[in-house]
């Protein structure tokens, strides 16, 4: 086993999901498998070798620092699932 | 031949010699999504009193003597671009009702042309899948055979333009998502090099492989999208400077001094033989128009699926921590606290192949994982990397494959993932390298679906790429033609 189904619950609460008992089990046989696949990368030395995040690397696209309108807060806030006329509303955090 | 079966340039033309006004093209192909969305299933959302309304404007402006050869044109787009005001779900229950406050860059680019954007074309949630089948709303059928899929994930986009619904469509290809569908339904499909387009407003799935891109019935309508789309944009932070092209120039015939590769890798033992046939056939087509023909070597191609399968889930779970249930999208209600009403917001909004890639991407990124996972296949991109610039040594361009085979039936391949992850082998190397690629139809399988021909080719060759498309389309000369769908 690559993955454990401890593991995949743990992971599950790093990633804010909740999985019920048999989504969990086929998760867990679903995940194993791919990290079995994905094992084949070892075949490879890759000893000194750079890693690559982008393909075309663009560094520091800054702009002028000038002031420009932004989204207005009524319609920052229209799509929020509940909200007042000032913030989103959420439940208790503490 | 009725106008909804027309390209974009033949219906540029005849709306130029005002042989065709644009409600009369928009009204053609509105009454052929009527007859044919039943069986299809190719948009989440349809507007026709807007369509018809910027119809009336685009007639107008052509009546001015003003409007680009877009104007008027109707067009669907992938409902992952953020359209103001307009439904955007990326297939996603979670975005059921996001309203987004703007336009992405290139839908506003389309409607300054005048363009006519009929509706959201269907997709995978997200934009994770190789099928469409991932789709929370409807999930499109290959119009050649409404029992198969149309590919994915620009799966409706495909459908509707080989439909007959719509004259072209705007996709996005992360891992192989218009090419891939575009050789399914028997269109052609262009992915751009990694920032020469615009992914202002495009829903995130994993940033450094996105790009936006056209699906059309042939070649010069899929330069023409390109030159409406293409450009810098200062507010995508990888948007490229870098003058665009005019990609209708570089369509002439011949291709004397032009070195095509054919990569062995891509012709593994156990190929369709009739996709094999289809590329081989290719090949001598463009050997016809005078190309050189040469062998070459992409060695570490058996890597890619791996490689992808890290890289892509990893950057979508960061990409996706956004859906919180907070500023917008669903929210599930019943949670007392903030971190269970995340869980079950997610849990509830998401289907089963985003979950799978965000547990694999929040894994490979976790603490005592991510040398072993991440970094790993980060450097193995590297290799992938230096392969092409290897193999551009040596020649121009790349002819291969696109899909190891044609449409298969619905329902084949989805409670298998890791099959399906590897139906996508010869498309995800070129966004694993950031490289232009372009699916070209090539012909038919015995049963009567089409195979497409990929072509790859250098950063920012898509002019080079176009021209060798071009060249294929004519030698080859398969009649354009759109099937006839039983409902």
């Given amino acids: 086993m690559r993955i454990t189904r401890k593991e995949v619950e743990h992971v599950a609460h790093l990633a804010r999901l909740h999985l019920a008992s048999e989504e969990l089990d086929l998760m867990t046989e679903q995940l194993d498998m791919i990290l079995s696949y994905v094992a084949k990368l070892d075949e490879l030395d890759t000893e000194g070798i750079e ?43 503490i | ?166 004259l072209g469509s705007l996709g996005s290809d992360t891992g192989g998502s218009i090419r891939q569908p575009a050789a399914l339904c028997g269109i052609v499909g262009m992915k751009p090099t990694y920032g020469r387009v615009s992914r202002y407003g495009l829903v995130a799935f994993a940033s450094s492989l996105d790009q936006i891109g056209p699906l059309t019935r042939d070649v010069t309508d899929s330069a023409l999208m390109m030159q409406a789309i293409c450009g810098y944009d200062r507010r995508d932070s990888t948007s490229v400077e870098r003058p665009v092209e005019e990609y209708r120039s570089f369509l002439t015939e011949g291709l004397k001094g032009v070195r095509v590769g054919v990569p062995q890798e891509y012709f593994p033992e156990g190929l369709d033989p009739e996709v094999n046939q289809v590329v081989m056939n290719g090949a001598e087509v463009l050997k016809s128009a005078g190309a050189e023909i040469v062998e070459v070597s992409i060695p570490h191609i058996d890597y890619c699926v791996a490689v992808y399968y890290l890289i892509a889930p990893a950057e979508a779970s960061s990409n996706l921590a956004r859906y919180d249930g907070v500023a917008y999208g669903f929210r599930q209600a019943g949670a007392n606290d903030l971190i269970n009403m995340y869980k079950d917001t997610r849990s509830q909004g998401f289907g089963p192949e985003v979950k799978r890639r965000i547990l694999i991407g929040t894994y490979a990124l976790s603490s005592g994982y991510y040398d072993a996972y991440y970094k790993k296949a980060s450097q193995v991109r590297t290799l992938i990397l230096n392969d092409f610039r290897r193999a551009w040594e040596s020649c121009d361009l790349l002819i291969s494959p696109v ?85």
């Fill in chain 1, 51 to 93: 890693p690559t995040t982008h393909a075309f690397s663009i560094t520091n696209a800054f702009r002028d620092d000038i002031v420009e309108a932004s989204l207005e807060q009524k319609k920052a806030l229209a799509n929020g699932p509940d909200h007042s006329d000032d913030s989103f509303i959420v439940p208790r955090v």
């Fill in chain 2, 1 to 166: 031949m009725e106008p909804y079966e027309l390209t974009i340039t033949e219906a540029d033309t005849l709306l130029a010699e005002k042989k065709l006004s644009s409600d009369e093209l928009t009204r053609s192909c509105l009454e052929q999504i009527e007859r044919t969305e039943g069986a299809v299933c190719s948009f989440i959302s349809l507007d026709p009193e807007l369509a018809l309304q910027a119809a009336a404007e685009a007639d107008q402006r052509r009546q001015r003597g003003q409007g680009g050869p877009l104007c008027g044109i109707p067009l669907s787009i992938k409902d992952l671009l953020c359209t103001k005001d307009r439904t955007t779900t990326c297939g996603s229950k979670m975005l059921e009702n996001f309203a987004p406050p703007y336009d992405a860059t290139v839908v506003e680019k389309l409607n300054a042309d005048g363009a006519v954007l009929v509706g959201k074309a269907a997709m995978d949630e997200f934009a994770m899948g190789s099928t469409s089948e991932n789709c929370a709303y409807k999930i499109p059928a290959n119009p050649w055979n409404v029992d198969c899929v149309a590919g994915g994930s620009s799966g409706g986009s495909a459908a509707s333009v080989a439909s007959g619904q719509v």
């Fill in chain 2, 403 to 487: 899909s190891p085979t044609p449409a298969w039936k619905k329902g084949e391949k989805v409670d298998d993932p890791l099959a399906m992850y590897l139906s996508d082998i010869f498309t995800l190397s070129t966004n694993l390298a950031g490289l232009p690629g372009i699916s070209v139809p090539g012909g038919f399988s015995s049963s009567g679906l089409p195979i497409g021909i990929q072509l790859q080719g250098p950063h920012f060759h898509e002019g080079p790429l176009l021209r060798c498309g071009f060249n294929l389309e004519k030698g080859l000369n398969l009649k354009r033609h759109i099937p006839s769908i039983s409902v």
